[in-house]
């Protein structure tokens, strides 16, 4: 491939304003990019986050290139974190402090013909309020890198997750391998709603309790699980669009009048039983943070299809996808 040199003229931009995003106050400064040399299509870029709160999560590094002619600004998508000498698609801001991002320009723009070019680094909380009242949703699911990945696994009141790769499902942590989602696997299984809450798996308002909340444990802050009732109001406030996104099939779940252009996008991943994977692609199934009420080893869900979506209910053995809310819990 044919590559020119060129020069990076760099800004750097804390996140922008959005009326249906909220966002805190981390910005970045003191952006410095350089061209590899020899020169191999890729740009290291240096940043430095400030006013990140160390109990927050969600954040994630977004980089944009402006035409210096036209002033268009595009996103690229060929970035990577550089974290103890290696590269990772994981763009989440841990911490306050220097870092560094590694951009292959030439994957993103093919020939690099530009003399000159604007840089800028951002971070952007990626959650999204879909009716007034409602929660901020979150826009990917637990251990997605972006939101048509499927992410992790969990059964109900696992906190662990688990990742399919080949043939098995592997802990998030990479501890164990070839997991069973089992009744004998998930200690939630069996009990009734007394008995979760004597031993602490369930609050006295009957939903998981912090340290059973997978989306508590994984990304911290107020991050938590949705309640039954929260996925009953995102049916009733929403449109929802059976869809496929790059290759992906799901549903847009957009809102409506003052909302109409937010949306979310839950991709169809299907659940896990035993050890094996059952209809990724064709069912989704998300967790909420409340147990059956009549039948004990079983927790409410948001279970869907081509053309069919509902609240309904699930053994709490199945390994299930987790869709984070933040706020306004009823």
């Known amino acids: 491939m044919k590559t020119s040199r060129f020069n990076l003229i760099l800004t750097a931009f804390a996140a922008f304003l959005h009326p249906f995003?909220?966002?805190?106050?981390?910005?970045?400064?003191?952006?410095?990019?350089?061209?590899?040399?020899?020169?191999?299509?890729?740009?290291?870029?240096?940043?430095?986050?400030?006013?990140?709160?160390?109990?927050?999560?969600?954040?994630?590094?977004?980089?944009?290139?402006?035409?210096?002619?036209?002033?268009?600004?595009?996103?690229?998508?060929?970035?990577?974190?550089?974290?103890?000498?290696?590269?990772?698609?994981?763009?989440?801001?841990?911490?306050?402090?220097?870092?560094?991002?590694v951009w292959d320009a030439s994957a993103d723009l093919g020939e690099v013909v530009c003399s000159n070019m604007v840089v800028r680094v951002e971070v952007i909380e990626r959650k999204v309020q879909l009716w007034e009242g409602g929660p901020y949703w979150a826009e990917t699911n637990i251990g997605a890198e972006k939101p048509e990945d499927y992410g992790l696994y969990f059964w109900w009141g696992d906190t662990m997750g688990y990742r399919r790769e080949g043939s098995a499902w592997v802990a998030s942590d990479g501890s164990s391998s070839n997991f069973s989602f089992?009744?004998?696997?998930?200690?939630?299984?069996?009990k009734d709603n007394s008995t979760l809450q004597s031993?602490?798996?369930?609050?006295?308002?009957?939903?998981?309790?912090?340290?059973?909340?997978?989306?508590?444990?994984?990304?911290?802050?107020?991050?938590?699980?949705?309640?039954?009732?929260?996925?009953?109001?995102?049916?009733?406030?929403?449109?929802?669009?059976?869809?496929?996104?790059?290759?992906?099939?799901?549903?847009?779940?957009?809102?409506?009048?003052?909302?109409?252009?937010?949306?979310?996008?839950?991709?169809?991943?299907?659940?896990?039983?035993?050890?094996?994977?059952?209809?990724?692609g064709s069912y989704g199934n998300y967790w909420s943070s409340v147990p059956y009420e009549s039948n004990s080893g079983r927790a409410w869900d948001l279970r869907f299809g081509p053309g069919d979506y509902g609240a309904n209910d699930h053994s709490c053995s199945n390994g299930q996808s987790v869709r984070p809310v933040q706020g306004f819990a009823q």
């Not at 106050?25 to 020169?39: G, H, I, L, S």
């Not at 000498?85 to 870092?99: A, I, Q, R, W």
């Open 21 to 101: 995003f909220a966002f805190a106050d981390p910005v970045v400064t003191d952006v410095v990019a350089k061209q590899r040399y020899p020169w191999n299509g890729k740009v290291d870029i240096a940043c430095t986050v400030s006013g990140f709160e160390e109990t927050s999560s969600g954040w994630k590094f977004f980089v944009k290139v402006v035409d210096p002619d036209s002033g268009d600004a595009t996103t690229v998508s060929h970035v990577r974190s550089l974290r103890d000498g290696s590269e990772s698609g994981d763009l989440t801001v841990g911490s306050n402090g220097n870092h560094h991002l």
């Open 182 to 190: 089992s009744e004998g696997n998930a200690p939630t299984y069996g």
């Open 199 to 280: 031993e602490g798996w369930i609050t006295s308002a009957g939903v998981l309790a912090p340290e059973h909340d997978a989306a508590h444990v994984h990304w911290g802050g107020s991050w938590r699980m949705p309640t039954k009732d929260e996925f009953s109001a995102l049916l009733g406030n929403c449109n929802l669009t059976w869809t496929t996104r790059n290759g992906v099939n799901g549903y847009v779940v957009r809102g409506r009048g003052a909302y109409s252009s937010a949306s979310i996008f839950l991709p169809a991943a299907g659940y896990g039983d035993g050890r094996y994977s059952y209809l990724a």
